[in-house]
């Protein structure tokens, strides 16, 4: 179906299920390599390798986020500009998007790469720990040139209607990424650098099969001379930046806080996070699918004026992220032994105890989670940057920073209360930014004006 059809013509809560069911599960897929691949680590690289893969992993998602800041900031120009009808515009936005992203996984990796010891030694790493933590990161610095553009490359799929192309792209990505990874660690027995390599490898095929379509001028959106001018540049920037503000800040916090566990608790407290971690990362990607996955579809209709159709999908989007975020509280509520066994292969009870206190207390963050988070998406596809910013960096740096001075008395008890805490704050501050930007959010559709 012409994407143009799609956004503009079916009704809102098919829409919904057309879009945002495949965006889930192309998460999920996602989700779940990344759960495996804290499994494949813990379990057959030891408990240390656990930790340095957790110690790492936030420079390597400010890696990501750089070509996440260009993909999702160029994919609302270019949704709106097609609901406008500007197709030669949105061409260029498509084009000059993919040279930036590539250009900067260039120089991004470079400098990643010469300063991973430097930056995990800073972390308060040090011997076996702080050498695998470096392996790890390096391997994503080498690899970012051909590696970044997977995230920008799912934005432009969906907005020319290729939405179940997206999900076989990401489950096809996880698939190969898992079996890589089973087979570096578990049968060749490789260290810790071939669970990133597995990763990177996966994702540079599939980026390459993603584009087929692109070069054979099948899709919608195709490649032109680039033209690029400020305000385009600033344009991809000011959509791009609450997701990549969330990204810094969310890793700048984790980073922050990883040095507070590595000397609170040392390699245990850092493990029991890492659990918290992958269990968030199990859920936030669900709730970015349905979401994100809706983006391209608002901002069509918000550039072509057709309000009403855009309160419609966000309802859709409401509903379904607070189903699937109180879910998650139950899940983690009730299984929080099974949840830390699945990542800490026979755990000390030592461990075990820590990882269930925390796992119960971060399940209280998503009872209010869900609703920031619709917020943020929702602002983001109808080009309004500075509250979707605003949300992103409360929820990712100033609250959980300003709440670990407040909760520091608790200990590491503070720091698991941290999230659900922050998630209340930032559920208040969305709700004010509703109330005020009502009167823009509330207009009749241009036919009946």
């Not at 420079?59 to 990501?64: D, E, P, R, W």
């Not at 969310?250 to 890492?274: H, K, P, Q």
């Not at 596809?381 to 300003?402: C, G, H, M, T």
């Amino acid at each position: 179906m012409h994407s143009a059809t799609l956004f503009s013509k079916t009704p809102p809560l098919r829409l919904f299920f057309l879009a945002s069911i495949p965006g889930a599960i192309s998460m999920l897929a996602s989700a779940l390599y990344q759960t495996m691949d804290g499994v494949f680590v813990g379990r057959f690289l030891g408990e240390t390798a656990f930790a340095a893969l957790n110690l790492a992993m936030p420079f390597v998602i400010i890696n990501f986020s750089l070509a996440d800041l260009i993909g999702v900031g160029s994919a609302v120009p270019i949704s709106i500009s097609l609901g406008k009808k500007q197709e030669r515009e949105a061409d260029n936005i498509f084009t000059c998007s993919c040279l930036m992203i590539v250009g900067t996984g260039i120089l991004i990796g470079a400098v990643l790469f010469g300063a991973a010891p430097a930056l995990i030694r800073l972390m308060g790493a040090e011997g076996d720990f702080a050498r695998l933590a470096v392996q790890y990161m390096r391997v994503y610095a080498l690899c970012s040139p051909v590696t970044t553009i997977i995230f920008a490359v799912d934005n432009y799929l969906r907005i020319c209607g290729y939405i179940r192309g997206s999900m076989v792209m990401n489950i096809s990505m996880s698939l190969l990424c898992g079996v890589l990874e089973f087979l570096f660690l578990g049968v060749f027995h490789w260290g810790i650098w071939a669970a990133a390599l597995a990763t990177c490898s996966g994702m540079f095929v599939c980026a390459v099969a993603a584009f087929i379509p692109f070069f054979l001028r099948k899709t919608q959106l195709r490649f032109c001379r680039p033209h690029f001018h400020g305000a385009m540049v600033r344009q991809i920037l000011a959509c791009g930046s609450p997701n990549f503000l969330n990204n810094i800040a969310g890793r700048i916090t984790s980073i922050l806080m990883n040095a507070i566990l590595v000397r609170m608790g040392g390699e245990i407290a850092v493990s029991v996070c890492g659990v918290l971690m992958f269990a968030e990362g199990f859920i936030q990607p669900l709730l970015y699918g349905m979401c994100d996955s809706l983006q391209p579809a608002v901002g069509f209709n918000w550039g072509a004026k057709k309000f009403s159709r855009v309160r419609a999908i966000e309802r859709c989007c409401y509903t379904a992220s607070a189903v699937v975020s109180l879910l998650a509280v139950a899940v983690i509520f009730l299984f929080p032994e099974q949840i830390t066994n699945l990542f800490v292969a026979d755990a000390e009870s030592e461990v075990l105890d820590m990882s269930i206190s925390a796992l119960r207390l971060f399940s209280l963050t998503y009872i209010f989670r869900w609703f920031s988070f619709a917020t943020q998406s929702y602002m983001l596809a109808i080009e309004k940057p500075l509250p979707a910013s605003l949300i992103s960096v409360s929820n990712a740096l100033v609250f959980p920073v300003i709440l670990f001075g407040v909760l520091w008395p608790l200990g590491l008890t503070g720091i698991w209360l941290n999230f659900a805490i922050t998630a209340v704050l930032v559920a208040i501050l969305s709700v004010i930014i509703l109330i005020r930007l009502r009167p823009a959010l509330t207009r009749p559709d241009a036919s009946a004006e």
